[in-house]
């Protein structure tokens, strides 16, 4: 990826415009900045060649753009270079601001290649290529975000814009998921919390793929590391990448400006700082103000110059001088509210005291060996002593006198500046009576932070008559130099005031605080200075020798009104240095120079070593860089260069590698307020430059927070009223001017976003930027910031967005869809499947909105339904071409106005609303129609299928029954899942419904019953007659009937619906019951029927038929030779048959238990009734013997069968058996006595013995 700091063209023509006019300050005449004499002399040369023939004008005109194309750039560069010199500075010493560490953490962006990456690896998962287990729900939720989301153009070209992070991907899917496991049925031991976590840890896992994680690049980059607190180094890199400053330009701008010097930069301020008073002196003297809505701000001006002025030397002299040299961090500021502004007047009034110059050094001694020691014996032992004069005294450790080595270090502070040290040679004494060791030799220093720091040999001085004449000592003194000594050494010095005799003295430049430096003059062991001199309002320069002025080689003074001093050195590059060191300390504005001929002399007899800044700086304006470091802040137009630096800073951002959406870095935060604050750009316009580049970006299609626009715009409308966010009360016409222009431009880019919501706010990203956005524009429309704009007002612009929102939104999804081509083109079958698809499109985007944007409309929801009702009347076009093209009796549409309609009634602001009411108008004749031919399809359908019906048994009855049913249901399910949305048409077509059913099933019985009657006739009165199936079909028929009846003839409507319902219900229930009573009772005549064929063949057993005693006759004598069989029992038996497989065969067939107990019921009485008639016909005559055993066990067996049935004891113990059971016992009795065989074991009597 390219540096986005590489590309150093600008196109933008307001920019080009200022580059020209960048050094021109405000109220100073025009700064020109010299070209480079390689640039200057080119057109002169190309002058002065001489051509043989003239130019073309198209290559006049080439070469004329060609150099004004070099030109610019040349501009362009050196104002980048300016710009960089005041940039490092504010880097190199900040004292106004700090980076903030509350800002949010901004997220690492996602370009192309990554989206790319991420659709494989989900790809991967659904098509079962990941080792990623899953159940169905989770995969279908994978799928619906795959692609809904994943493929949507909508999310390229976000990512495109850079405005997509790996957070907003997850977010969605979160926001997606819990949804659906809301949705979800509860289960046991485990909550849907345990469920959303593991989804969101496989969503994770699917992400991330088969990265390793551990391989991390070693080094982050620049960009990587842009969220974190930047040291110094990284910010100097970040502002090389902006501001396109090669790496060789930075490294002679940072030694030339000297930016590891914090003395060198606090003075630089101080400098700027006066040169800003002298600016608005100078304004407030010529009167050249910027143009002001009233005269009243002309003064206030100055004083708000004036005090951000004093409140910068505030801060400065805030700052703890101990906290200066080149160790200085980027510190939090410590200011006191209490503190008041300095005033330079006030300045030369503050007088020092010799006890407030305080000075601490340490020293470092380290003794490291003895040389020449030849008067101890070899094995004596030696050591060390060292002492501070008026501090305390260390001592080495012990060493044999043939290697008196050590290194060791003794540690001193002290607060002399000319300190005396004491190093002494002993050898322990031997004698009994010595007191204390003998002294070998010792060494007096005078060191000075100035004294070279590395060991050197020392002769010590011995005592008389010692063998050690060339005894020396091998040690290292280092005397640190505290933060607030800023130079010392020997001068000559010659004062007025101070130091009023030419005299060689031991000086001390002192920093007492940012702004008082005193001169202070020491003698030996003493820790105040001799005499003082305070620097303030003095000029340091390099002055001639001095005539009469014995002692110093080359001169320098310091001067001011009423007082000058003389300083001499013995040493060039020494006066160089404390020159230098003065020029900070005064804060003059004039740099003093070194005369040419001591720097030419140096050059030539190379004897006197220059300092490395004068080495640097020579460096710097051989490559011309000396008139960017030495230019005067002051004389910029620095509102003009803030702009620059912003514009340029911005694009480096959106460019770098984090979603930043148009927040600068902490880094860049510290940068852009410590130069507004140090340069004095002023609030306003730098938020009005903001604002200007971001909707520059914005409109571009990059995304911006609108929260950071509302916060940009908030400064600029409360500074423009008069709110004074930053403090400054004077509003300047050209910032009303600009405000309003901008305020103007953000409304339209407002406007344009809210209608293109969906596009600039892709799925609710960024998060909450759609509300956000509402809400400036709410602030935009304000007239000023204490009157609210009406609630109306806005809900009239939000209209009207949403109004062009829905032409936008319907007009890419049919361009997305191609809808339009293929309506023109296609077929009806085509158009169909088109239309149905694009509504399930259309569907889908307002869910999105609902899901996605209600929030943030939320306070106008009647608005976005009326955005729905556009989007959908736009829809209704394309929907009635479609159904247009169909044909008139086709019904393939009705599944789109299934979707329509389900989506519709579900939504309280477009239930029948203008396109739900559209959309029912236009399918009622289609509804009507197709019951119309459904009901006629039915009648046509019973009618022949009854007449073609073999009852054979179907599921639950017959073919056509079933046929019957199974239409008239999926009828009514298909009219239910309609579920019309108007409840009185609604009602009328459940309600046509139930009629119909009525009628269908009330043809249907009696079409059975019929039937029914019919097969009846054609069956036998034999014992042998078996009930066929299809009769027990009819039955279930029957029962079916009865039971569709209750589903599909009730209606579910009002009071009165359902007293209808119940009117017609109970009529077909009537109908239904009645037909069952006659179906019953003619199968029950048919069974009793057979009885009686039965009880006719006893009857030609009566007494005193000639039958009767034939039979009686023929039996008595055959039974003399052979054993005849029981007559009757084989007629029993075959009716005993006959019944139960009957009964077996009713009770199996037969599907409902209630019907088939009726008839047993009903059987079982009339065949008591039939056997208890017949008997009473033969009241007067007594029973034979066959006809008797015969009736017992057909009474018997019929009684014993239907109670096994299920037939009640009060039913099978009536009256008639009662009557039965008594004539046949009376009957068994009377034959007991009067035939001697008996019956033969056949008894009225109950046995449980008896054969069945």
Not at 192 to 221: C, F, H, N
Not at 886 to 912: G, I, K, T
């Amino acid at each position: 990826m390219l540096d986005p700091s590489s590309s150093e063209e600008e196109s933008d023509e307001v920019l080009e415009e200022e580059r020209r006019d960048v050094l021109v300050a405000g109220t100073s005449p025009r700064l020109v900045l010299p070209s480079q004499g390689r640039d200057s002399r080119e057109p002169a040369g190309r002058a002065g060649t001489a051509r043989p023939v003239s130019p073309s004008p198209s290559v006049i005109s080439e070469e004329r753009e060609e150099q004004e194309r070099q030109q610019k750039e040349e501009a362009d560069r050196r104002i980048r270079l300016q710009l960089y010199v005041f940039t490092i500075r504010c880097i190199a010493y900040p004292f106004n601001a700090k980076q903030p560490t509350d800002m949010a953490r901004r997220q690492q962006k996602l370009n192309k290649q990554q989206l790319q990456s991420i659709k494989e690896r989900f790809q991967a998962f659904l098509n079962g290529e990941t080792q990623i287990v899953a159940d169905e729900a989770f995969y279908n939720a994978i799928r619906c975000y795959f692609e809904v989301f994943l493929t949507s153009e909508r999310v390229a070209r976000m990512v495109h814009c850079g405005g997509c992070s790996a957070n907003d991907f997850r977010e969605v899917f979160k926001k997606n998921i819990e949804k659906r496991v809301r949705s979800l049925p509860e289960i046991d031991g485990l909550s849907k919390e345990t469920v959303l976590s593991s989804w969101l840890a496989k969503y994770d896992a699917i992400y991330r793929g088969e990265e390793d994680l551990r391989k991390q690049p070693k080094r982050m980059a620049l960009t990587a590391v842009s969220e974190l607190i930047l040291s110094k180094e990284q910010l100097y890199e970040m502002f090389q990448q902006i501001l396109g400053i090669k790496k060789f330009e930075h490294q002679l701008l940072y030694n030339a400006c000297q930016l590891d010097n914090a003395d060198e930069q606090a003075a630089q301020i101080r400098r700027e700082l006066d040169g800003r008073l002298q600016l608005a002196e100078q304004i407030a003297k010529e009167k050249k103000f910027p143009k002001f809505g009233s005269k009243e701000m002309e003064v206030m001006y100055i004083e708000e110059l004036k005090s951000s002025v004093n409140l910068l030397m505030a801060n400065l002299e805030s700052l703890p001088v101990s906290k200066g040299g080149p160790e200085f961090k980027l510190q939090k500021l410590k200011r006191s509210q209490n503190s008041t502004f300095l005033d330079l007047g006030d300045e030369n009034d503050i007088q020092l005291s010799k006890s407030d110059v305080v000075l601490s050094f340490t020293l470092e001694i380290v003794i490291m060996e003895v040389q020449g020691l030849k008067s101890v014996a070899p094995n004596r032992i030696v050591y060390c002593t060292m002492e501070v004069e008026g501090g305390e005294k260390l001592q080495t450790d012990q060493a044999e006198a043939s290697r008196p080595q050590w290194g060791t270090q003794g540690d001193f502070t002290t607060t002399h500046p000319r300190p005396v040290i004491k190093v002494k040679l002993f050898t322990e004494s031997t004698g009994v009576l010595a007191l204390e060791d003998k002294e070998l030799g010792k060494v007096i220093l005078n060191p000075t932070p100035n004294s070279g720091k590395s060991p050197e040999l020392h002769k010590m001085i011995v005592p008389k008559n010692s063998q050690d004449s060339d005894l020396k000592i091998k040690l290292a003194v280092r005397m640190d130099k505290p933060p607030n000594m800023k130079h010392c050494g020997f001068l000559y010095v010659l004062g007025q005031k101070v130091w009023k005799r030419w005299k060689k003295r031991f000086l001390v430049l002192v920093q007492v605080s940012q702004y008082t430096f005193a001169m202070c003059s020491y003698k030996e062991k003493k820790a105040e200075p001799q005499e003082l001199m305070q620097l303030d309002g003095y000029t340091v320069d390099y002055t001639e020798p001095q005539l009469g002025l014995q002692g110093g080689r080359v001169f320098f003074n310091a001067v001011k009104e009423g007082d000058a001093i003389v300083f001499a050195s013995d040493d060039e590059q020494d006066r160089i240095l404390w020159v230098q060191a003065m020029y900070r300390a005064t804060g003059q504005s004039y740099k003093p120079v070194p005369p040419n001929q001591v720097q030419k002399s140096n050059t030539r007899g190379g004897q006197i070593e220059v300092p490395v800044s004068q080495v640097y700086a020579e460096r710097a304006q051989k490559h011309g860089m000396e008139e960017f470091i030495s230019a005067d802040p002051c004389r910029f137009d620095h509102s003009i260069l803030f702009r620059t630096l912003q514009k340029r800073t911005l694009d480096h951002r959106l460019n770098d590698s984090y979603s930043c959406l148009g927040w600068f870095s902490p880094g860049q935060v510290f940068v852009l307020d410590e130069y507004c604050a140090r340069y004095g750009v002023r609030g306003c316009h730098r938020h009005i430059c903001y604002l200007t580049e971001l909707m520059d970006n914005a409109e571009s299609g990059a995304v911006i927070d609108p929260t950071l626009l509302h916060y940009s715009f908030a400064f600029c409308a409360s500074h423009v009223h008069g709110n004074r966010p930053d403090g400054l009360g004077t509003v300047t016409a050209q910032e009303k001017e600009r405000f309003e222009d901008i305020k103007e431009r953000l409304r339209l880019l407002l406007e344009n976003q809210i209608t293109h919501f969906r596009y600039c706010f892709p799925f609710g990203r960024p998060e909450g930027g759609l509300k956000a956005t509402l809400s400036l524009l709410e602030r935009v429309l304000m007239k000023d910031i204490a009157t609210p704009v009406p609630p109306e007002e806005v809900k009239k612009v939000v209209r009207k967005c949403l109004e062009k929102a829905a032409l936008i939104n319907y007009t890419r999804l049919t361009e997305y869809a191609r809808i339009e081509e293929m309506l023109n083109q296609a077929s009806p079958e085509k158009k169909l499947e088109d239309i149905l698809q694009l509504a399930d499109l259309c569907i889908e985007v307002l869910q999105q909105n609902e899901e996605h944007h209600s929030e943030a409309f939320a306070w106008w929801p009647d608005l976005m339904a009326e955005h729905a009702e556009m989007f959908w009347s736009l829809f209704a076009v394309d929907l009635d071409s479609a159904l247009g093209a169909q044909a008139q009796d086709s019904w393939e549409s009705f599944p789109l106005f299934q979707m329509l309609n389900n989506y519709l009634r579900n939504d309280s602001h477009l239930c029948n609303g203008k396109f739900h009411k559209h959309l029912q108008e236009t399918f009622v004749p289609l509804v009507v129609r197709y019951i119309d031919l459904m009901e006629s399809s039915i009648a046509q359908s019973v009618h022949r299928g009854f007449e073609q019906e073999t009852w054979q048994p179907v599921n639950n009855g017959s073919a056509s029954s079933e046929d019957l049913f199974w239409k008239l249901d999926a009828l009514q399910i298909f009219v239910y899942d309609l579920h019309w949305p108007e409840p009185e048409f609604s009602q009328h077509l459940e309600q046509r419904l139930k009629l119909m059913a009525c009628d269908m099933i009330e043809a249907c019985v009696k079409r059975t019953r019929i039937a029914f009657e019919a097969k009846l006739q054609k069956i036998s009165k034999s014992a042998d007659f078996r009930l066929p199936h299809h009769v027990c079909t009819m039955f279930n028929v029957l029962v079916d009937a009865k039971k569709q009846s209750t589903k599909l003839c009730v209606l579910n409507g009002g009071l009165e619906m359902a007293r209808q319902s119940q009117q017609y219900h109970s009529k077909i229930d009537d109908l239904i019951e009645e037909t069952f009573k006659e179906m019953i009772s003619l199968l029950v005549s048919k069974f009793v029927a057979v009885l009686e064929g039965m009880l006719a063949k006893l009857s030609r057993y009566d007494e005193g038929t000639l039958f009767s005693s034939i039979l009686s006759f023929t039996v008595k004598a055959a039974s003399k030779y052979v054993e005849v069989p029981k007559p009757g029992m084989d007629l029993a038996d075959t009716y005993i048959m006959f019944v139960r497989q009957n009964q077996d065969i009713l009770r199996e067939k037969i599907n409902e238990e209630l019907y088939v107990e009726k008839l047993f019921d009903q059987w079982y009485c009339s065949s008591m009734k039939s056997i208890c008639i017949w008997l009473t016909d033969r009241l007067d005559l007594q029973l034979h013997i066959y006809q008797l055993k015969t009736l017992i066990k057909i009474v018997k067996k019929t009684y014993r069968d239907f109670r096994l049935q299920g037939v009640l004891e009060g039913t099978l113990h009536n009256k008639t058996y009662e009557t039965i059971h008594n004539r046949l016992t009376v009957e068994e009795t009377t034959i007991s006595v009067s035939d001697g065989g008996g019956l033969q074991g056949i008894t009225m009597k109950d046995s449980d013995e008896e054969e069945g």
